[in-house]
């Protein structure tokens, strides 16, 4: 799949840099995209319906980006078509008090759906190592000296080790976790921002404080760069994937999500022969009604 482009396993590391934010180097036509788009999301739901059934495995997808790179739009596009009773989206805030007073994967294992179910994080436990690591606010938190008298390197190393440690235990346990980054060009940020301000309708989407992130936006890049290629695993990959038009990254993040379906166990579970015999029963049962 054309994805595997943007794939990192932890065999390389990542340079967001060197990546484009859009599909000119792929070489594709919008409308055999938005063909295969609609075909995949056909697919999707076909294996969400058995996997679901199955029951076997669950599947963790985490969207990550910098503002505006259209992570509501790809959760609603993308995963509109499929069955909501299997599927649990979860936007993850700034930490609440409560939060804060427990480890940070602690609010993550409480919004961790049964196997069977599809988790989808708008943003996610990486902002404890994205947000976190950019402000300094691990100076804040409410820790003892023997964990915060770490240098800033030692700590964010120690988080990253954590988190790949977390996410093994996830595949260990019958979970899939598929990372997603949307990479989208500073351009192409301005240009959103400014369309939320001139839309009266979007206003709602943008805050003073996105202008604030964005003077951050280089060092956000070098720290999404260390993360990726900290935290990417053989089970737990990153796709670090075009942002700029949002019909290609749509397209790209069905790609990555019907491949995770059908790496996924997702087969109708089989009954017994005396069940089977019961069924027939009720069918007899039925049909003399």
């Not at 993550?108 to 069977?116: D, E």
């Not at 100076?139 to 964010?156: C, G, H, I, N, W």
Request: aromatic content about 10%.
């Amino acid at each position: 799949m054309k994805a595997d482009r943007y794939l990192f396993d932890g065999s390389h590391p990542c340079a967001l840099r060197k990546l484009p934010c859009d599909s000119k180097d792929d070489h594709i036509k919008k409308e055999d995209i938005l063909a295969k788009t609609a075909e995949n999301l056909e697919k999707m739901a076909a294996l969400q319906d058995a996997f679901y059934a199955d029951g076997r495995e669950g599947l963790v997808i985490i969207l990550q980006a910098l503002d505006a790179a259209g992570k509501d739009s790809t959760v609603k596009h993308v995963m509109g078509g499929l069955n909501p009773q299997g599927v649990q989206v979860t936007s993850f805030k700034q930490p609440t008090s409560e939060e804060l007073h427990h480890d940070f994967l602690w609010r993550v294992n409480k919004v961790l759906p049964p196997r069977g179910s599809i988790a989808i994080f708008n943003r996610s436990y990486y902002e404890d190592v994205l947000v976190v690591q950019v402000h300094d606010l691990q100076k804040t938190y409410q820790m003892a000296p023997r964990v915060l008298e770490d240098s800033k390197k030692d700590f964010f190393e120690k988080r990253y080790r954590q988190i790949r440690n977390y996410e093994e235990y996830l595949y260990e346990n019958s979970y899939r976790v598929v990372k997603i980054f949307l990479h989208v060009s500073k351009d192409e940020q301005k240009k959103r921002f400014l369309e939320r301000i001139d839309r009266p309708e979007k206003n709602w989407k943008f805050s003073c404080s996105d202008l604030k992130e964005r003077m951050r936006f280089d060092e956000y890049l070098d720290t999404f760069d260390e993360v990726i290629t900290a935290t990417a695993t053989k089970h737990s990959p990153w796709y670090a994937i075009p942002a700029d038009q949002k019909w290609y990254t749509r397209y790209l993040v069905s790609e990555i999500v019907l491949d995770a379906l059908q790496k996924s166990c997702h087969e109708y579970p089989v009954l017994s022969d005396d069940a089977k015999a019961e069924l027939l029963n009720c069918k007899a049962a039925l049909e003399q009604e």
